[in-house]
């Protein structure tokens, strides 16, 4: 069992209960991330859902696909009009009721999946809890910008943790992705979780840490805010380093939001 596709149904659940109320004109509305329409970031969810989900269910089919897009993309296709292309000019308004239909299912299978079984992936293979955890990840760093550009504040739960743990098992990927060596020792690292506990991770350090909300942190870790638009406090020259270019995702190395940039609008 992998109890952690919960908390991947509880995020789009989050997401689709924020769209639900909209009408379908809310789809062309763009967003504060790369200029990507709300439309853009739902297609984008559900592709690589359905990656994901061939990974654990039809690994030759991931394989195939994997090969297509990475073709594509070496080719100078982007992301959105891929996505397009995958859905055969269907309507964002359609794409949304698909993304809610299938999240849901697929979540279904992940939970009842062996959560140390491996799965492949576009970058190294990847256990099955992992996967999932990739999936709820992406889900809230990309409804970040639908959040913020409906101007509504966002309501975090501690499934959240997910996310920040992601964000600081990547500590050394964020060096490694630039072509830098990790300097050590790895900061430590102390969060207040939505309830209010307390998360810890790494060795306590007085002059090499990183503190405040876990919102915070996983914003920056995503590159959903610039670490200046945050309440974290940094302590020390490799947290202070760290955190002006975290990235917990994969792919090439990404430049964080300018100080000021992605935030939300006014309502």
């Known amino acids: 069992m992998t109890p952690e596709a919960n908390d991947f149904q509880a995020e789009c659940d989050q997401i689709f209960g924020l769209l639900t109320a909209e009408n379908d004109d809310v789809f062309a509305r763009v967003t504060g991330f790369k200029d990507w329409t709300i439309g853009d970031i739902i297609a984008h969810l559900h592709v690589w859902n359905i990656a994901a989900d061939l990974s654990l269910t039809a690994p030759e089919k991931f ?146 840490r990183i503190e405040g909300t876990a919102e915070s942190f996983c914003q920056v870790v995503t590159q959903c805010r610039n670490v200046k638009d945050t309440n974290l406090i940094t302590t020390g020259d490799t947290a202070t380093e760290w955190m002006a270019h975290a990235q917990c995702f994969a792919g090439g190395a990404e430049t964080p939001p300018e100080q000021g940039l992605r935030r939300k609008a006014n309502a």
Request: one cysteine or more; a neutral charge; proline letters at 5%.
């Open 63 to 208: 394989l195939q696909f994997a090969a297509n897009v990475m073709k594509q993309f070496s080719a100078g296709e982007t992301h959105q009009t891929f996505q397009r292309k995958f859905f055969n000019g269907k309507s964002d308004a359609d794409i949304f009721l698909d993304w809610a239909d299938y999240f849901t299912h697929m979540a279904t299978r992940f939970e009842t999946a062996d959560p140390d079984k491996r799965v492949k992936w576009v970058g190294p293979d990847m256990s099955v809890q992992s996967c999932i955890i990739a999936r709820q990840m992406e889900h809230w760093a990309h409804a970040q910008a639908i959040f913020d550009i409906l101007g509504v504040d966002r309501e975090n739960r501690d499934r959240l943790k997910n996310v920040a743990h992601i964000g600081v098992t990547t500590f050394s990927w964020s060096f490694r992705v630039r072509g830098e060596t990790p300097p050590t020792p790895k900061p430590f690292v102390k969060l207040t979780a939505p309830s209010g506990e307390i998360w810890t991770w790494n060795e306590d350090q007085p002059n090499n």
